[in-house]
């Protein structure tokens, strides 16, 4: 009743009402969230289900909590990353095509009636202005086919996204920060949840769904099933492939010591540190750099329209 009273929105308010509704009716909390899917993830749900089981519903609650703050504050360091760079090349791609579209006609009906021939910088601009101005709503029309068929291929392609993910990997600058960012989370995941007493297999289940790469997904459900078959965490990660030495360094002490949960949130610790001050450095690094390719972009365009000007008034 208090969370109910306490959010203002309708939809929530209708969920948190269902809920209670279940809980009142004998419902176990983690039964009645299971049915929302849309809103309490199988982490959620199994976290809720472990404190049912062991009488620390308070505790684990208050995991939940700690792991969701962590967790979208690495998310926010992500989005960090790429929101600069993808919006200031959005912007110079629209400002450029406004100039292209609306300004440069108005220079090349201007040098028509100098009636002499264009510097060739200036000819390609006006040739760039033209095919412009005739194609630009099949260009755009085209970017955005392709970005909404990428999307849908994506969620629908398991192939497709592997290949995606792998490359994104791969990728010079942003892929070691990805790398990191889901090392951190498998990490953090895998911690909260051990931690909480739920089983390691079902745990592992929970991990491979909070994962966010397809490439990892994959490798956390070869996991799951080696650890099954009866091999030991360390040596079901360590046939991945996939994961760092630290990684397993830690995982190895956790299963000898017993503080498995303790030694991933360590991992977690170090990899979501090496995320922040990566994306610090490379904010750095790209703000001049991405500045620097918009003033040529633009000032190239500038220029090339008032070369005739400045030619035409250096021979009068």
Known sequence: DIVMDSTEKPLMKDLVRQIRNDVSGGTPV???????????????????????TSGTLEVMLDRIAIYKEKSEALKATIKKALTYPVATV????????????????????????????????????VSLSEFAQQWWMLIGGGIAVFVLSFGRLRASNTKFADAV????????????????????????????TFAAGVPLVEALDATATAAGNAVYIRAIKLIRNDVTSGMSLLQATRASGLFPMFLLQMTSIGEESGTLDEMLGKVADQYEMQVDNAVDSISSLIEPMIMSILGVLIGGLMIAMYLPIFMLGSVM
């Open 165 to 192: 993910d792998a490359a994104l990997l791969k990728a010079p600058v942003f892929g070691s920060i990805i790398h990191d960012a889901v090392i951190a989370r498998y990490a953090r995941t895998l911690s909260t």
């Open 30 to 52: 983690a039964a009645s969230l299971k049915r929302y899917p849309k809103y309490f993830d199988e982490l959620y749900c199994s976290l809720i289900s472990a404190g049912e």
């Open 90 to 125: 959005l912007v110079a791609i629209v400002v450029t095509g406004i100039l292209l579209i609306n300004v440069v006609p108005q220079f090349a009906s201007t040098f028509e009636s100098f009636g002499s021939e264009l510097p060739a910088f200036t000819q390609l601009v």
